[in-house]
């Protein structure tokens, strides 16, 4: 796989790329990264990179001259005349997408939605089509608060990628025609962010991590939270006892089926206590087994007047 970032502060990325998982992923040839900056694509003495937004407001916009030409110098002029090809600019149309959020931070920050469900963005500017061998053609990636919100089944998608470029937005925002580039734009939550880097380090190392051979156990990437839609139940290593706090008996039996359940209630009853939104959705994607609802009655409060004998 071959990532590619574009950003106003490129060296943010030396650490994270050259540590732990994703250094081993780019020493064993899985993993290609290279880390651009935007301002060698500028033309004037201060490599400018932003300018007052029109309208007026508080803040800076980042331009989209310099977006546009280092993306021709990276992907290709083909690539990006043919992005604009399959768009059509009408600023103030018909955005009708059911999928569009509408919270405060919309209208502070006006940034396109996923390009991937066929959407407009917020200023009529319509998504590309998907592209014919997707998986092949090199993949735009936005972070941006109107994006789809990151989960693990996304990690799954843009791991599947053959080639991701993350253009990382700064300042007040980014000017909305270079969402015309956008394959994904994706948010990590309800909150704001200094610079689009850091949440782009989330989101690549939450993928590459999916790839085969980055992680030392085969079975890492997929006995985990999230993975099974569940949060993953507690673990433990040695000492079995340590200043009066001891590993669970069961999981010293030597019983690999009882440790098993053990581990399969300990992964419902947290998810269950801290994600009940979890629990409602594996129960509606058929995901629960007649134990695992059994169990989770278990944990339900008993009724009011219960313990006093009330019927």
Known sequence: MLIETLSTFPHMYDSVMG??????AQEKGILEFRAHDLRDW??????TTDDDPYGGGAGLVMKCDPIFEAVEAILGK???????????????GDAGCPDRASSAANETAQWAVSQSEDCLSESGYPAAPPQADSQQAPQI?????????????????????????????????????????????????????????????????????????????????????????LLEYPQYTRPADFRGMAVPEVLTSGNHAAIARWRREQSLARTAAARPDLIAAAEAAGRLTPADQKFLKLLEPAPTGAAEGVS
């Open 19 to 24: 540590e732990s998982m994703m250094k081993r």
């Open 42 to 47: 500028t033309h004037d003495r201060h490599r």
């Open 78 to 92: 083909e690539f990006v005349e043919a992005k604009l090809a399959s768009t059509t600019v009408e600023p103030g």
């Open 141 to 229: 990636v936005f972070l941006a608060p109107q994006g789809r919100p990151f989960d693990d089944a996304y990690a799954d998608k843009l791991a599947a990628a053959d080639h991701l470029l993350f253009i990382c937005g700064h300042y007040e925002g980014i000017d909305e025609r270079v969402y015309t580039l956008a394959d994904h734009v994706i948010s990590l939550g309800d909150y704001v962010l200094t610079s689009g880097e850091l949440a782009s380090m989330v989101v690549i190392d939450a993928a590459v991590r999916k790839l085969p051979g980055v992680l030392g156990a085969a079975e890492g990437p997929v006995d985990e939270s999230f993975t099974s839609g």
